[in-house]
């Protein structure tokens, strides 16, 4: 007798845990349903189910080795860019670094000229000044008028021969000298400072 109550004592715990999950269940729905969007929560469900039923289908080994193989020719691909572009990268910066070596060695082989001397200003400036006069410049003629020796106006006029700031014209029987496109521009340049002999007329 004492066996059946406690039997159907668990019976009746049984049910009522029942009845009061059931009524939960029913409460927590509908508090649910009044704050969220049901028919969205149970798409992705769908579709977490469909996606569970796909993996768990049998596909056959020939699939699984072509997406492996796929997998890794991907794979290969990226590596693949990866080092072009890399190796593309150093010779760009191996080319700026020679580059910057062949600018160095060209300083280096044509290094800068020094400036001219006080007979050289001299000398340019005596020829600028015939020359803007329209008048031939005797080479004969100029020195002795700028206090220079013949040798010492020809060593100056050598130095600016050779930098391409003067030329030789040879003409009844003597020989002349004028400014070169190059002499000019070096005369009208604001740099340069015109001798105190030649800020009058020369004559």
């Known amino acids: 007798m004492q066996a059946s109550n406690v039997v159907q004592g668990f019976r009746l715990k049984k049910i009522l845990g029942?009845?009061?999950g059931t009524i939960a269940a029913w409460a927590v729905t509908k508090m649910f349903d009044s704050y969220y969007d049901v028919s969205l929560l149970s798409a992705l469900w769908n579709s977490v189910l469909s996606?569970?039923?796909?993996?768990?289908?049998?596909?056959?080994i020939q699939l699984w080795m072509l997406a492996g193989l796929t997998i890794c020719v991907l794979?290969?691909?990226?590596?693949?860019?990866?080092t072009i572009n890399d190796a593309n990268r150093a010779l760009e910066d191996a080319?700026?670094?020679?580059?910057?070596?062949?600018?160095?060695i060209a300083e280096l082989k044509t290094p800068a000229l020094p400036p001219l001397t006080k007979e050289?200003?001299?000398v340019i400036a005596a020829i600028?000044?015939?020359?803007?006069?329209g008048e031939d410049c005797s080479t004969r003629?100029?020195?002795?008028r700028i206090g220079l020796t013949l040798l010492e106006a020809d060593g100056a006029m050598d130095v600016l021969e050779a930098r391409k700031l003067i030329s030789f014209q040879y003409y009844n029987a003597g020989r002349f000298v004028t400014l070169t496109p190059a002499g000019r521009a070096h005369v009208l340049h604001p740099d340069f400072v015109i001798p105190q002999l030649f800020q009058s007329r020369k004559r």
């Open 95 to 104: 080319d700026k670094k020679l580059n910057a070596a062949y600018e160095q």
């Open 75 to 82: 794979l290969l691909l990226g590596v693949g860019f990866w």
């Open 51 to 60: 996606v569970g039923s796909w993996l768990g289908q049998s596909f056959p």
């Open 141 to 144: 003629d100029f020195p002795g």
């Open 120 to 122: 050289q200003d001299k």
């Open 18 to 20: 029942w009845t009061v």
């Open 128 to 133: 600028a000044a015939y020359d803007s006069e």
